[in-house]
């Protein structure tokens, strides 16, 4: 494939195009304009073209490109998760395509091999982010001509399939509402993150300012809880998804403390806060964390994290017979075999922090 300063070239999306798809079109689009300032569309896949063509999407998406490699044969080159191959065919066109069997139905692995293809053999380098009124952080060079022949990379599958940024601003939560998060989500996709592990309110900002489908259509993926999932899933006064006030109600769900009161929320501090062997809590928790998936069905991690800082644990007889971090386990394990009933995809992240290390012996984590 000859590109120059007059070349027509045609990026070919599937006739329903995914976000991610419509986004890693429009993204190619925007670099090519910068590089070789020319004629540029973006065209579905039942159109007739001519001229210089890319492919976004493997043969089950893209119809002109199962000419090229038939569903089976792609599926053993790139078996995913989050596989891409890059590869051109006779002399003018370039399939960008990603696995499809990425895991928890993230298709980030489009944009990877757009911007793989973009870093890899037009020399662009997406090294920093800023705010996009300023033209700093990335390289991408202007080319006159370049002869792009026997174009073949690819990747089989990720190295390693949890890759992320935990995103919390400063402490407490801090303001999201940051005119550099856009910039920053694209930093993520261009240099392999998958996903943003991130505070419960700073999600729900996420939602109500569209930061959401901005994150979705870039192939991220969340990780929801940190240290407010205590809060969350269990709040002692209310939230807007569970209205019992459950300090009031049950007290018993949270620690004995030493003193002989129940723990009581002053901050994001305190540690772990429930009393592990109450299966009551247990119980409810679970009610309320599948609830919540239920209305939160782009989260595929729930982060059901401790609170800060290192506290005791709980005083009653029956958590007392097991250490801090066996209770931990406990009460985790105990929680993802009732969730996974109703999501079994959905997986929890626990903290290994402070005095909460090494997995105690003869505990199984629920894989």
């Not at 300032?37 to 896949?45: Q, R």
């Not at 989500?185 to 505070?199: E, G, M, P």
């Not at 017979?321 to 997986?347: A, D, G, M, Q, R």
Request: hydrophobic share 35%; proline share 4%; net charge negative.
């Amino acid at each position: 494939m000859l590109l120059d300063k007059k070349t027509d070239i045609f990026i070919v999306i599937p006739q329903k195009p995914k976000a991610t798809e419509d986004f890693a079109a429009n993204e190619l689009k925007k670099y090519l304009d910068v590089i070789f300032h020319t004629n540029i569309k973006i065209v579905l896949d039942n159109e007739v073209v001519n001229g210089n063509i890319f492919l976004i999407g493997g043969p089950n998406r893209n119809k002109i490109s199962s000419k090229y490699i038939s569903s089976s044969e792609f599926d053993i080159v790139v078996p995913g998760p989050e596989g891409i191959l890059v590869k051109s065919f006779d002399n003018n066109v370039i399939l960008l395509a990603g696995s499809l069997s990425n895991q928890n139905n993230s298709d980030c692995s489009i944009l990877y091999a757009v911007y793989e293809f973009l870093e890899r053999y037009l020399g662009c380098t997406f090294a920093a982010f800023s705010n996009p009124q300023f033209d700093v952080g990335e390289v991408v060079p202007e080319i006159d001509k370049i002869e792009l022949n026997d174009i073949h990379y690819c990747k089989k599958k990720s190295d390693r399939p949890y890759r992320t940024a935990i995103v919390q601003y400063s402490n407490w939560a801090g303001n999201p509402d940051r005119k550099l998060n856009i910039s920053f989500f694209d930093w993520l996709v261009k240099n392999r993150y998958n996903r943003i592990l991130t505070w419960s309110s700073i999600y729900e900002f996420y939602k109500r300012t569209g930061l959401l489908s901005e994150a979705r259509k870039r192939g991220i993926s969340f990780t929801v809880g940190h240290h407010e999932s205590s809060r969350l899933f269990l709040p002692d006064y209310g939230n807007e998804y569970f209205q019992e006030h459950y300090f009031e109600t049950h007290p018993e769900y949270y620690k004995l403390m030493s003193d002989g009161n129940r723990f009581s929320f002053k901050d994001h501090s305190g540690q772990w806060v429930f009393c592990s062997r109450n299966e009551n809590a247990i119980s409810e928790v679970a009610k309320n964390v599948i609830f919540w998936i239920d209305q939160n069905p782009d989260v595929d991690t729930v982060a059901f994290w401790p609170n800060d800082g290192i506290g005791e644990q709980c005083c009653c007889d029956k958590c007392q017979k097991y250490t801090k971090i066996e209770n931990y386990c406990y009460f985790i394990n105990s929680i993802v075999k009732l969730v996974k009933e109703k999501h079994p995809n959905v997986k929890f992240d626990m903290l290994i922090y402070v005095d909460l290390w090494e997995c105690p012996n003869g505990i199984s984590l629920d894989k």
